[in-house]
C-alpha cells in the first residue's frame, strides 16, 4: 500500500459481468474503485464523491455514454475530470471525434487488454493525483504569499509610523538627523536638520557648502572628529555654533557614530543635531544671575556691617532699634526689587513701605503724591535708607511724635533729576543745634556720596522741609517688571491681644525666632514658643491659652496652615509672616495678612494692642479667622 492518498475511479457500464471485469483488471492498481449500472446512478456518484477518472460503457439503455460524458462536461466542477469510453460496436473514426467531443480522453474497444486499460487508468489516476498536490501547494503558495505580503505590509505600516514618530520627536526636540555614505560621498540632510541650519529645502550638501555655515574654530574640531570616526568606528558628541544665512547664531549639540558594512569596513556615518541655543542662553543668565547675586549679597553685607559699625545710641535698646530699623528699611527696598526681578521699584510703594508702620492710629497723617515712576536699584536701597532716617527722626522729634502731626511726600521731575519733597506739619516746635546726628549723615551720604544728588534741610519751626534731588533718566513704572503695588498691609485695624498678652510664636529659623522674641519682650509681651514644627505647634494650641499667634507658612516645608485652622476654630486671631515675596500664597486663608521677615518692632508695637473698646476694631476687621 503506497503512503500517498487513494483516489477514486468511477466505473459505469448496465452489464454487471463488464463491471466485475474492469473490478478484476484495475484492482492491481491500488486506487478506490466505485461501480455505478447506469448514468443516473454515476451522476449521483459524482456529485457526492471527488472522482480521478471516469470509466464507462458507450452503449447504456436510458443515458449512454455519449450523453452522460455531456453532462459530465456542462458542470463546472467536472469540466476537467479525465473520461475514458470502452465500446464494442461502436468503433468507427466517426463515434472516436464524437466522444473525443463530449470530452473523453481516450477510447477504448473491446475486447479490452487488461494491461493497457491498467496502464492508461493509472496514468489518468496519478495525474490527478499530482494535480491535486499541485493545487494544494498552490493554495498553500498563495496563503504563505498572502501572509508573507501582509506581514510586509504591516512592517511597512510600523516603519512608517515609528518614521513619522522620529520626525515628530526630532521637529519637537528641535532636532534633526543627517547620513553621510562614505563610499558614495553622497551626504543627506532631513528637514529638522535643514531647518536648525536656517536653509531651504532645495540646500545641496556638500563640504564647501556644510563649511560656509560653520564657526571657523568649530569646522576644524568637526573634521577632526570626523576623521577619527572614519578610523575607530567610535561615537562622538560636540557643541558647535551654526552660522544660518540670515546671519544668526545658533549653538547646536551634534552626535555622530560610525557604521561598518559586511566586510567590517566603515561605510557611512549617521548622526543627529539638537539646537541648544535656549540652554546655552539660559546657562549664560544663570551664570550672570550667580555673580549678580554674588555682587548683591557682598553689597548687601557690606551695608549693614556699615549699619551696624557707624550706628550710635545712649544705651543697648536704642542701639538694637536703630539697628533693627535700617536693616528693615534695606529689607523692605530688597523685596520690592526682588518682585520686579532686580528690574527697578516703584517709587510710590517705595514711600508707602517705608512709612507703613507711622501711620497709625491717623492712616491720614502720611499723604503720598506722585507719578509712579521706576528706580534703579542702586537709587532705591539708597532712597529706602534716606526715608528711614526721615521718619525715625520725625517719629522721635518731629510731626510723627504726635497724635496731630503729620508728614506730606511728594515727588516730581525737575529736568533730569528726580525731585522728592518731604514736608513736616502739626508736630511739636522744631529746635535745631545747627549739628546734624547720624541719621542726618546717613541721608547725606546717601544721596549725595552714592547717587551724586543733593539734599537740603530747612529746620522750620512748624517742621522739617527736606528736598531730595537725583540724577534719574525718567521712566514710567511698568507692571510687567514685577508685581503691582500692592494695598498697604499695615493701613488696616490692629489686633486685639487679651490681658494676658500671650502670643504664639511658629517659627523654625531659630536666629529669626530669638529676634523676634526678643522684640516682643521688649513691647512686653508673653511669647509662647517659639514652635519650630507642626505637631508642636498644634500641641501648645490644644493645652495653652492663647491671645494671638505669629505663623511662619513654611516650616522646612511643612505649611503650617493645620495650625492655623485649630487657631481659627478657637477664634484666635494669628498673622502669616513669610520670607518669600509677594508671591507668597496664604492657601486656604486667602484672607489673612503676610508680612515680609522680619517684622519690624514698629510693626509689631501696631499690630498688637491691648483690649480698648475705644481704639479697637472689630476682629474681623483685623484678622482672619
Known sequence: MRGEEKVNILLVDDQPAKLLSYEVILRDIGENLIKASSGREALEHLLKSEIAVVLMDVCMPELDGFQLAAMIREHPRFRKTAIIFISAIHLTDVDRLRGYEMGAVDYV????????????VKIFAELYRKSRQLETLN?????????RTAELERSTRQLQESEHRRNLALAAGRMGSWDWDIARGDCVWDEGQKGIF????AFVVTPASIRRLLHRDDWKTIRKILKEARRDAGSYQIEF???RPDGEVRWCLGTA????????????????????TDRKEAEERQSLLAREVDHRAKNALAVVHSIVCLTRADNIKQYVAAVEGRIQALARAHSLLADARWRGANIAQLIQEELAP??????????????????????????????????????????LSSPAGGVEVGWHQNGASLELRWAEHGGPPVEHSGTGGFGIRVIKA???????????????????RCTISIPHSWQPFDQTQGSAPKPDAHDVAPVEVGPRRRILLVEDEILIAMAMVQTLGYLDFDVLGPFATVSDALAAVEREAIDAAILDINLAGEMVYPVAKALKARDVPFVFMTGYGSEAGTGPFPEARVFQKPIDREVLRQLFVASAPEVIAPKARAFAH
Open 198 to 201: 536656517g536653509v531651504d529645502p
Open 257 to 276: 557614530a560610525a557604521i561598518r558594512d559586511g566586510a567590517n569596513t566603515i561605510s557611512r556615518i549617521s548622526g543627529v543635531t539638537m539646537d541648544i
Open 109 to 120: 474497444p473491446i475486447p479490452v487488454v487488461p494491461e493497457v486499460l491498467r496502464a492508461k
Open 446 to 464: 546717601s544721596v549725595e556720596s552714592q547717587l551724586d544728588g543733593t539734599v537740603v534741610l530747612d529746620w522750620r519751626r512748624e517742621g522739617l
Open 241 to 243: 555654533r551654526a552660522h
Open 358 to 399: 507711622y501711620r497709625t492710629p491717623n492712616f491720614d497723617r502720611i499723604k503720598v503724591s506722585g507719578r509712579s515712576i521706576s528706580l534703579e536699584p542702586r537709587t532705591a536701597q539708597a532712597l529706602a535708607l534716606a526715608l528711614h532716617e526721615l521718619a525715625t527722626n520725625a517719629a522721635k522729634y518731629g510731626s
Open 139 to 147: 493554495a498553500e503558495l498563495e496563503v504563505r504569499v498572502a501572509d
